[in-house]
């Protein structure tokens, strides 16, 4: 039986690590507050700076323990990333209500002009999650070398965390291959082309997720990477390729125009 007395306690810090020991201590912490009797929960996300599809998950299963137990949850210190992430899943309203966030996504994306000094990137990656956070730091240092809109930037640096994470777990490669990875930069777009040798798979054939809250109340932190994906590109496309090449291809725009 839960304890009538409501308490206040120190934040729990949302990690950062998706190791087990870090996500653990998490639902260890959140346990022990809600035993406590302390409502609500505060979550604190001033950590969060990249956002993986997994913390998502994390965030939504700490919420569904709270519920559970009768018990409050809410989330501070959230970036504008986190807010932008939460927003595209359709979470906000539930773990995130904050409209000066809201408002500042909209005024980044339609008031910042990008200035560009390279317009084509080309990385090959190792499948490996060193290379990719090295190829991720290439990335990062493109987009802010073209001054493109802050928000945009974080919503680009997702979609290339997911996907080529995405193929290094599911692509079987073998030991030498690589991923491809190709940018070119247009006046109100960008297109990023994925290619890698890995066995034939098709994202954009699955069904769109309706309920993007089903892998975190069966327990999972996995499972949003696709959705994310998707909701945050204006579109995307596969090609198997007749040299038996994957070849994933989305766009994405920003600016009052989306063309």
């Known amino acids: ?54 913390h998502v998950g994390l965030l939504w299963q700490a919420y569904e323990i709270c519920r559970e137990n009768s018990t409050k949850m809410r989330l501070i210190s959230v970036s504008t990333g986190l807010a932008r992430v939460l927003s595209i899943l359709d979470l906000n309203e539930v ?6 966030i809201e408002n500042s996504i909209v005024c980044n994306h339609n008031k910042i002009t990008p200035h560009y000094q390279e317009t ?19 990335f990062v240092r493109f987009l802010m070398l073209n ?9 680009l640096q997702t979609i290339f965390y997911e996907v080529a994470t995405n193929i290094r777990c599911h692509s079987k490669l073998v030991i030498g ?6 940018v070119e930069l247009h006046e109100h777009f960008v297109i990023l082309i994925f290619r890698d040798r890995g066995e034939s798979f098709d994202p954009t054939s699955l069904p769109p997720a309706d309920d993007i809250t089903i892998p975190a109340r069966h327990g999972r932190i996995n499972g949003y990477g696709l959705t994310m994906i998707n909701r945050l590109c204006d579109k995307i496309s596969y090609n198997r390729t007749s040299e038996e090449l994957n070849e994933l291809t989305i766009r994405k725009s920003w600016g009052a125009r989306n063309d």
């Open 1 to 54: 039986m839960l304890p009538t007395k409501t308490q206040e306690s120190t934040p729990i810090k949302a990690p950062t690590s998706l190791e087990k020991m870090a996500i653990d201590q998490f639902f260890r912490a959140i346990n022990n507050s809600i035993r406590g009797g302390v409502n609500p929960i505060e979550i604190d996300c001033g950590a969060l700076r990249e956002i993986r599809s997994s």
């Open 95 to 100: 773990l995130l209500i904050n409209e000066v």
């Open 120 to 138: 084509e990137l080309n990385l090959n990656i190792t499948p490996n999650i060193t290379a990719i956070d090295e190829a991720m730091n290439n």
């Open 147 to 155: 001054k493109l809109p802050e928000i945009t930037a974080f919503e």
């Open 177 to 182: 291959e690589l991923i491809s990875f190709h």
